[in-house]
């Protein structure tokens, strides 16, 4: 074991720290990653806050790590030092079930490794990327491509990822009709994707303060769901909804805008059920699905996929002593749309 800087929660209702966390040594099939930057994820508030349930503390988050590998073990093939590397959403899982087998290793049947706040190989608790290193198997890392500005690039690895799988499995192309739900990190890449996939994209925000923004990423529509005429107007409109909002909405009022066999897929995770009528999804023949961030092959396409079109989020640069603030401002909504820790600030 080795000691790294990194920021932690204490417990569910104390500010993040400054502290040291334990990394494994590098096994054969292990890559040791010298993390320059970390996205901060709606996910990492609701998980520091006990808001999915129990978490073991002090724990440290952050599933949207880019960096450089640094340390390869004998057995590795896939990576060499001084790759541009990328960590997501989970770092292992059980490589023998029936999904696994097929490829997605986001839907293992024995529940795959987390990046944080889950039981590892050696059966301490993973802890995330807000550190400046670590150490994950090499299978579970992505290349990062040269042409994806690397500032900018670790919000792929969550929010990029959890919007194109489902938008990729569904299908969204020319001729679609798309709408996504919130315009917050998701939401923002959930725009840019489909536009690139060849979608016409409407947005769906409470208010249009975010109007602008949204024509700029290349929104073709924009909608305030706070005036009630919006769910009269586009009625039976789309063909597949994206809703990226972490919080509680009237789930039936976005089904009732689905189309002939439309689809709405949730990927925003509110504590709360979503309750949904019958009736709603008999009429038209609407399906309301969920889907979870992506296989590591889907993530890699991903990347590739948003270095061919020139996709990136839009970030904002933060320092590691600046966590605390910037978690108080994404409850806010008060970020467009995605803040990036530089971890050199951890040293």
Not at 319 to 342: G, T
């Amino acid at each position: 074991m080795f000691t790294v800087n990194a920021y932690a929660a204490p417990s569910a209702t104390e500010p993040l720290v400054k502290t040291t966390i334990e990394r494994r040594d590098v096994g054969p099939k292990d890559v040791l990653i010298d993390i320059k930057y970390a996205g901060i994820c709606h996910s990492d508030i609701h998980t520091v806050r006990g808001e999915w349930g129990p978490a073991t503390y002090p724990l440290t988050v952050g599933h949207e790590i880019v960096g450089f590998v640094s340390e390869v073990g004998s057995e590795v093939t896939l990576h060499q030092v001084g790759d541009r590397v990328g960590v997501g959403c989970m770092v292992n899982s059980c490589r023998e079930c029936e999904n696994c087998l097929a490829g997605f290793e986001n839907y293992c049947l024995k529940g795959n490794t987390g990046t944080y706040g889950a039981v590892d190989v050696d059966g301490s608790i993973t802890q995330g990327g807000y550190s400046t290193h670590i150490v994950v198997v090499e299978d579970f890392v992505l290349k990062v491509p040269e042409s994806i500005p690397f500032e900018a690039a670790a919000p792929l690895l969550c929010a990029g990822v959890t919007t194109y799988s489902p938008l990729a499995h569904w299908n969204a192309g020319p001729g679609k009709k798309v709408a996504v739900v919130g315009m917050g990190g998701l939401g923002h890449m959930a725009v840019k994707i489909a536009h690139a996939m060849g979608a016409e994209v409407t947005v769906l925000s409470q208010t249009l303060s975010k109007q602008e923004d949204c024509l700029r990423l290349c929104a073709d529509h924009y909608y305030a769901t706070s005036d009630e005429a919006t769910f009269t107007d586009l009625a039976n409109s789309f063909d597949l909804i994206i809703n990226t909002v972490s919080a509680l909405i009237d789930i039936n009022a976005y089904l009732s805008l689905l189309r002939l066999h439309g689809t709405l897929v949730s990927v925003g995770a509110p504590p709360e059920p979503l309750g949904v009528q019958a009736f709603t999804l008999f009429n038209n023949r609407r399906s309301f699905a969920g889907s979870s961030v992506g296989s590591i092959a889907e993530t890699q396409e991903m990347l590739d996929f948003c270095a061919e079109h020139g996709i990136a989020p839009e970030t904002e640069l933060v320092s590691a002593d600046y966590i605390n603030e910037a978690y108080e401002r994404v409850l806010k909504s008060d970020v467009r749309y995605r803040f990036v820790i530089d971890t050199a600030t951890l040293v």
